[in-house]
């Protein structure tokens, strides 16, 4: 028997053709490549919503939706500036006691108007004693609201608050239909849910009878879930997207470079370290700041984000904000020999054993914490990394199973007061340092909350941020650039600053794609 | 037999309630509090408050016990309940994603089997010709090259370069035939490519086997036509240990397509599974194991009747 004599099974000729049936087969479909309509927005999400619940935060992408489906009674427009959104005009009688007119054109989703009924209703499930809503201790100073007529009301004030037209803007405060039922929220923004899957995309369409007449300019959006960040991008590049929220960061001098796409970007969130302050070193303040002194922080901008972003030496002031709080005697530099010098003056002459906690799931906080243990092991402070998943991060956080850990996060506007959710002992969470509390601290932020008079709310924040290199409830790292990517047919999404970085989709009313 | 069958099925039940028990103590230990997760997802937080609120809402503020009570009995009707994360009805979640899942399996394993089958047949009819050695080191190279490594070549190849097919995602059949298609070429390719090196190497072992057979020269001696040798005598025996392999696989994959759909965000069941974990949705976890399980079991049930049929000696032991 020869190898010949059987070759008239399946021919070497015959599995190519195969081969190139199927490649053929493969590759027509891309002639037939349809595009989805032109006026659909196609929008690259991070994580699919956990929960659209108007008042509660379950997140940035759950925060966009939302802000395309309602909207509060103040709003940003493109150059971020505060301006009134459902509210037609306000009016301060007294520091405690506003008076808000309504549009009168606000109609939600299902035609009904939008009346002062409606706000007082929506208002009181924010402060409803065990509501789950994000805002509800923030906006606790409000202890009346008043309905004068259908499209007037006064709100009343236990204190006077600097930030309640600012908190009145956020994705967590809309008004919602008085009338609705259960879990279906009837909101009155700029878009009206379509349809969805969990997990997979939100489908938005236009709301005809939005309050901002001429906006949005698309037909509707579509949001398609990419948890995956390259993946993001790659749907970005291969046009299956029209843009995309947080750019990674590896692919930020690719889309310099690009000429079919362009970002807004801006110096946003910023990374910080957080300390498990009952017990063990990281209780003596000092050790906290020598910290604060041992860390190249340029070291991690270039390690965990590409060189995308800001060393930050003291309380983080957001960019926007109208404070000028620089302090050169009251912030950290990188200095090893200051930050032995502290450790012996504490007890700890050859430094000491520790927990680092970050987490595996976001790059950045593991590269982070990387950049963190290598600086302290110079002053003789061995960190042992965990870095559990998400999850448990938060849990352990929440339950100080830590030494020290690493944190990111944002404000939600640019003041000072944006972060005072991180600094008050009012608001325990694993946000802040485990055990932390300091009396002055929320004196200050209680303060520079009730205060108007910009100059005294100066000098209160001046002197917040000298406390805040003191007593040190966290060491500051860096500010990092969070991105927007989209491809160059999107016209009049603008990128606003700082802690406004999240609310750059209220520009989406204006965006059109060319 | 009724005897028989009724021992096989208690013991399918037996196993059920072994994996439903340990899929639950694994979740009790496992660190992680749903409620707290849920308020803290992206830089939020709740307050103690609204997190025991919410544990109320989930049902997780009841004993161990309870909630292990609950789970068995409602398991046993059928109700997985609702999603801890959004209230959606897990049932509804699970027959909308399982099929997706298939889908993807069986696509890739067709693909898979109408590549690999003629090209392992004849690579094993000509064993150590050209053909077989690029073959077989190619398929050794693919063997060892993860999925997830194949699946983000071929987003940048065809998807960021030549930009002929999307780079992820899903849409229904009914709502874009074309689309659906061009979104499932690259994840069933990626899920077929790993399984065709598998056929590949059974196939050509088993054809290279079976050539060597007295029957076969056989069947050549007496004037069959060779391509007759080749599908009735040398094929058709060489393929039982094949379908043998390509079964127990697929049932693999049932589970193990995760990075796959991840990679192209392919709307499957264990990419529902994963996200699931992430959020500590036990509810769903447990219902996403509960169900591959249940279809692991129920396949090797099946067969051990099927067998039975074939073989009643079987039904003695």
Redesign the interface.
């Known amino acids: 028997?020869t190898?010949h004599?059987?070759?008239?099974?399946?021919?070497?000729r015959?599995?190519l053709m195969?081969?190139g049936a199927?490649l053929t087969v493969?590759?027509m479909?891309?002639a037939?490549?349809?595009q989805s309509g032109p006026t659909v927005l196609r929008f690259g999400l991070s994580?699919?919503p956990?929960?659209i619940k108007p008042w509660?935060?379950?997140?940035?992408?759950?925060?966009t939706v939302k802000l395309m489906l309602n909207r509060g009674l103040t709003g940003y427009n493109n150059a971020s500036e505060l301006v009134p959104e459902l509210a037609e005009s306000w009016d301060w009688e007294s520091d405690t006691s506003i008076v808000f007119k309504l549009k009168p054109g606000a109609r939600f989703h299902n035609g009904e108007q939008v009346t002062s009924g409606d706000v007082k209703w929506s208002l009181e499930k924010i402060l409803e004693p065990?509501?789950?809503s994000?805002l509800?201790?923030d906006l606790s100073m409000i202890n009346g609201i008043e309905v004068i007529d259908d499209l007037t009301l006064r709100v009343t004030l236990s204190s006077p608050s600097a930030v309640m037209l600012d908190l009145f803007a956020n994705f967590n405060c809309p008004i919602i239909w008085s009338g609705s039922q259960g879990?279906d929220y009837i909101g009155c923004g700029p878009f009206k849910m379509k349809s969805q899957?969990?997990?997979?995309y939100i489908e938005l369409e236009r709301n005809d009878d939005f309050v901002e007449a001429g906006t949005p300019k698309v037909e509707g959006i579509r949001f398609?879930?990419?948890?995956?960040e390259?993946?993001r991008y790659?749907?970005l590049?291969?046009?299956?997207v029209d843009i995309i929220e947080y750019l990674p960061w590896s692919q930020f001098d690719t889309v310099d470079a690009s000429d079919k796409l362009k970002m807004a970007a801006s110096l946003g969130?910023y990374m910080f370290l957080l300390f498990n302050v009952t017990q063990g070193p990281f209780a003596d303040p000092r050790v906290r700041r020598a910290v604060g002194f041992a860390i190249e922080r340029q070291d991690i901008v270039d390690a965990a984000f590409a060189g995308r972003g800001e060393p930050l030496f003291s309380f983080p002031n957001p960019q926007g904000s109208p404070f000028d709080l620089s302090d050169p005697e009251h912030e950290w530099s990188y200095d090893p020999d200051r930050a032995k010098a502290l450790l012996a003056e504490a007890g700890y002459p050859n430094g000491f054993d520790c927990r680092l906690l970050a987490t595996a799931?976001y790059g950045m906080h593991q590269d982070t914490a990387s950049v963190v243990q290598a600086y302290l092991a110079m002053i003789g402070i061995n960190a042992t990394l965990d870095l559990?998943?998400?999850?448990?991060r938060?849990?352990?956080g929440?339950e100080g199973r830590y030494d020290l850990c690493v944190h990111?996060?944002?404000g939600y506007y640019n003041d000072p007061d944006s972060i005072a959710?991180l600094l008050h002992s009012a608001?325990?969470?694993?946000?802040q340092s485990f055990g932390f509390k300091s009396d002055r601290i929320d004196s200050l932020l209680d303060q520079g909350r009730a205060e108007t008079d910009p100059d005294k709310r100066t000098a209160i924040y001046q002197e917040l941020n000298t406390v805040y290199f003191e007593e040190v409830p966290q060491v500051p790292l860096n500010w990092r650039v969070q991105a927007y990517a989209m491809s160059n047919r999107i016209q009049g999404f603008a990128s606003f600053p700082g802690f406004l970085n999240g609310a750059s989709t209220y520009s989406l009313d204006e965006t059109t794609l060319g | 037999m009724a005897a028989f069958l009724f021992r096989r099925l208690v013991a399918a039940a037996g196993m059920l309630l072994v994996v439903g028990t340990i899929i639950f103590s694994l979740l009790v230990i496992v660190p992680g509090d749903p409620a707290a997760l849920l308020l803290a997802t992206g830089g939020g937080s709740g307050t103690e408050e609204q997190i025991a609120a919410v544990r109320e809402r989930m049902g997780l503020d009841q004993p161990v016990w309870q909630q292990y009570v609950d789970f068995l009995t409602s398991s046993l009707r059928f109700d997985f309940g609702t999603s801890l994360i959004d209230g959606s009805s897990i049932a509804e979640n699970i027959g909308l994603r399982l099929p997706r899942t298939l889908e993807l399996i069986v696509a890739g394993a067709l693909f898979a089997l109408a590549v690999a089958i003629p090209a392992g047949t004849y690579a094993g009819l000509h064993a150590g010709g050209r053909f077989d050695v690029v073959a077989s080191a190619a398929n050794a190279l693919l063997t060892s090259v993860p999925g997830f490594v194949v699946g983000t070549l071929f987003i940048y190849l065809f998807a960021q370069i030549l930009r002929v097919l999307p780079a992820g995602g899903y849409v229904p059949f009914a709502q874009d035939p074309v689309q659906h298609l061009r979104m499932l070429v690259l994840p069933a390719l990626t899920v077929g490519l790993h399984l065709s090196t598998i056929i590949f190497r059974m196939t050509r072992a088993s054809v290279l086997e079976m050539r060597g057979h007295d029957w076969v020269r056989t069947a050549t001696a007496k004037g069959l036509r060779r391509r007759l040798v080749v599908r009735r005598h040398i094929l058709r025996n060489a393929l039982g240990p094949v379908i043998t392999v390509v079964g127990l696989q697929l049932g693999i994959l049932l589970g193990s397509t995760v990075l796959v759909e991840f990679v192209y965000n392919w709307p499957g069941l264990s990419g529902f599974l994963v996200s699931a974990v992430e959020q500590r949705d036990y509810p769903s976890v447990r219902a996403v194991i509960l169900t591959v399980a249940a279809i692991f079991i129920a396949i090797n049930l099946a067969i051990e009747i099927l067998y039975s049929l074939l073989d009643p000696r079987i039904r003695q032991q």
């Open positions: 028997m190898r004599s059987l070759t008239t099974g399946p021919t070497r015959t599995v195969g081969f199927g493969m590759a479909p891309g037939l490549r349809a994580t699919f956990p929960s509660d935060n379950t997140g940035a992408a759950a925060n065990g509501s789950s994000f509800r201790r879990e899957e969990r997990g997979v398609i879930v990419y948890a995956d390259n993946l790659a749907a590049e291969a046009g299956d969130p799931t559990p998943d998400w999850a448990t938060v849990t352990a929440t990111g996060t944002s959710s608001n325990p969470s694993y946000l």
